[in-house]
């Protein structure tokens, strides 16, 4: 019985959501560059507060997943991290094979030479000729964990974080879910239109049956 209902329901706007297709959607261009420009600035304003505050390793990522699982749910955890060897350390932290030991810097003398001094909570696990490879042991908030995924891993989705009075009522969690909806907004709309419109208009799919609650969905654009 659902095809009879569906003929002579939803059959009718067809005709114009195919128009509203063909138009395309207008994007006022001028006040989406403007509103970009002031998203792009919260956006390095709120990720450099949450490093900051939390003390947080720029080897840390905050989109991670399993790291920010990390961080949330442990009071001590470990990620993997590569340093740069400044140059002055590169020539000098390593001593020649030649007899002499001299260093590559040429200085006979090793008290002239520049050793790489790893940062605080940074372990070097191997050096090459320019990068220290290690790991870095940090300090988490040890929160309490609240919902978990399909795979069994502790979840750290939005409506994840929000329904867990423990992650909700974090001052630094808070900030992070400010930070994720400024970066919604710029990976999913305000970076893509200006890629994807023509003319000032972006163009794709309105699909008519692509929810399961009968909502319009858009795909293609």
Not at 17 to 41: F, K, S, V, W
Not at 75 to 103: G, H, N, W, Y
Not at 145 to 151: F, M
């Amino acid at each position: 019985g659902w095809l009879d209902y569906f003929l002579a329901e939803d059959v009718p706007f067809t005709e114009a959501l195919l128009a509203a297709e063909c138009n395309g959607l207008p994007i006022d261009m001028g006040r989406l560059a403007q509103l970009t420009e002031e998203m792009e600035a919260e956006h390095a304003r709120l990720a450099a507060e949450l490093y900051f505050d939390a003390q947080l390793p720029f080897g840390f990522n905050i989109n991670s997943g399993p790291q920010m699982r990390a961080y949330l749910f442990n009071k001590v955890f470990e990620i993997t991290d590569s340093l740069l060897i400044p140059l002055a350390a590169q020539e000098c932290m390593r001593k020649s094979t030649r007899k002499a030991e001299v260093c590559r810097a040429g200085h006979t003398d090793r008290s002239q030479c520049t050793e790489f001094q790893p940062p605080d909570g940074f372990s070097v696990d191997k050096l090459a000729r320019t990068w220290a490879h290690g790991r870095w042991t940090l300090r988490g908030r040890g929160l309490r964990p609240g919902v978990r995924t399909d795979s069994g891993e502790w979840s750290v989705s939005r409506p994840a974080l929000k329904i867990n009075f423990s992650t909700a009522s974090d001052p630094w969690v808070q900030k992070l879910l400010e930070y994720r909806s400024v970066d919604k907004l710029l990976t999913t709309y305000l970076r893509v239109f200006p890629v994807r419109a023509v003319e000032g208009r972006i163009y794709g799919r309105l699909n008519q049956t692509g929810t399961k609650t009968g909502r319009l969905s858009s795909s293609e654009p």
